[in-house]
């Protein structure tokens, strides 16, 4: 059985930083085979794709509210992923969920696309 555990998240002031981690467990392939997508959702708001990270280095793609302030990143060797959020504004605050999906094609990357999802880390950014 695949699990999904997301940490990280907390209570920081608009402009700060955090760095999410996605442990994957249970996973039989090589992980590299994987793409490793992150999702957020505030309160009453539908699911909104942050970034997605191609299988096999084929690529990263990130929504344009997040671009040149988030940075996903990865550590095949130990199943994990990572979201680098910088410049935190109030209007980041959300649930945060990683998921995977192995030889997906990240461009236009959907919820619908992935099946499987961890509890979430909460991300709390004042002004």
């Known amino acids: 059985q695949v699990q999904l555990v997301e940490s990280g998240g907390g209570l920081v002031h608009a402009g700060g930083s955090l760095r999410l981690s996605c442990a994957a467990s249970g996973?039989?392939?090589s992980f590299d085979y994987y793409a490793i997508a992150w999702f957020r959702q505030a309160p009453?708001?539908?699911r909104e794709g942050?970034?997605?990270m191609s299988g096999n280095?084929?690529?990263?793609?990130?929504?344009?509210?997040?671009?040149?302030?988030f940075t996903s990143s990865r550590d095949n060797r130990n199943n994990?992923?990572?979201l680098e959020m910088n410049s935190l504004k109030p209007e980041d605050t959300a649930v945060y969920y990683c998921t995977i999906r192995q030889f997906l094609d990240c461009s236009g990357?959907?919820?619908?696309d992935f099946g499987l999802w961890g509890q979430g880390?909460?991300?709390?950014?004042s002004e």
């Open 57 to 69: 280095n084929r690529g990263t793609y990130y929504t344009d509210s997040v671009k040149g302030r």
């Open 109 to 112: 990357f959907a919820p619908e």
């Open 44 to 46: 009453g708001k539908e």
């Open 80 to 82: 994990r992923g990572y």
């Open 50 to 52: 942050i970034s997605c």
């Open 121 to 125: 880390t909460q991300v709390t950014v």
């Open 27 to 29: 996973v039989t392939m």
